[in-house]
T-cell receptor
Framework: DGGITQSPKYLFRKEGQNVTLSCEQN?????MYWYRQDPGQGLRLIYYSQIVNDFQKGDIAEGYSVSREKKESFPLTVTSAQKNPTAFYLC????????????FGSGTRLTVV | EDQVTQSPEALRLQEGESSSLNCSYT??????LFWYRQDPGKGPEFLFTLYSAGEEKEKERLKATLTKKESFLHITAPKPEDSATYLC????????????FGEGTQLTVNP
């Protein structure tokens, strides 16, 4: 079964701690995205990658970092510089080019404790 | 800057009571407009892509339409299982594959 796997489903972060969210896909899609979803604010783009070893900042990249060493994987690190990290994080992929809808993972809910 | 505004924020319907959700957009050259359904605690699920004004697409009780300034998602005779948040997104010709999302409409259908 092709799809996107996000892990963990729930994650708790202590103040000052870095945490990494995993996103793995076996759809052979070129482009991968990270979105943050807060209540009443829709989805906001954090980072995206069109090809391996290349990525671009989205609209709210401060306090986050990513890597794209393999086509299948696009992990997101939430650093201690991100002051308000509590949110629902969604990873998405697309076949690359325009006109294709995204396929989303099931999300990771991050909470600061 | 591309912008998407969805209304209403929340909509409560009785089973069988048809209605429409609105998505107004401003984009520098529309490549595509997308509708997604999102259930609580899950990732959005793709519904439709519309490319040009006048285009319509249907899936079961849902029909999406597109004009030059807005899109409507019409829900005919909804059932409780249609309850979800419906998200609209636009893709501009100048933005590659990036999507800009609206804030969503939370639909509740009561039996």
């Amino acid at each position: 079964d092709g799809g996107i796997t996000q892990s963990p489903k729930y994650l708790f972060r202590k103040e000052g701690q870095n945490v990494t969210l995993s996103c793995e896909q076996n759809l052979n899609h070129d482009a991968m995205y990270w979105y943050r979803q807060d209540p009443g604010q829709g989805l906001r783009l954090i980072y995206y990658s069109q090809i391996v070893n290349d990525f671009q900042k989205g609209d709210i990249a401060e306090g986050y970092s990513v890597s794209r060493e393999k086509k299948e994987s696009f992990p997101l690190t939430v650093t201690s510089a991100q002051k308000n990290p509590t949110a629902f994080y969604l990873c998405a992929t697309t076949y690359g080019g325009a006109n294709y809808g995204y396929t989303f993972g099931s999300g990771t809910r991050l909470t600061v404790v | 800057e591309d912008q998407v505004t969805q209304s209403p924020e929340a909509l409560r319907l009785q089973e069988g009571e048809s209605s429409s959700l609105n998505c107004s957009y401003t984009v520098s050259g529309l490549r595509g407009l997308f509708w997604y359904r999102q259930d609580p605690g899950k990732g959005p699920e793709f519904l439709f892509t519309l490319y040009s004004a006048g285009e319509e697409k249907e899936k079961e009780r849902l029909k999406a339409t597109l004009t030059k300034k807005e899109s409507f998602l019409h829900i005919t005779a909804p059932k409780p299982e249609d309850s979800a948040t419906y998200l609209c997104a636009v893709q501009a010709r100048t933005s590659g594959s990036r999507l800009t999302f609206g804030e969503g409409t939370q639909l509740t259908v009561n039996p």
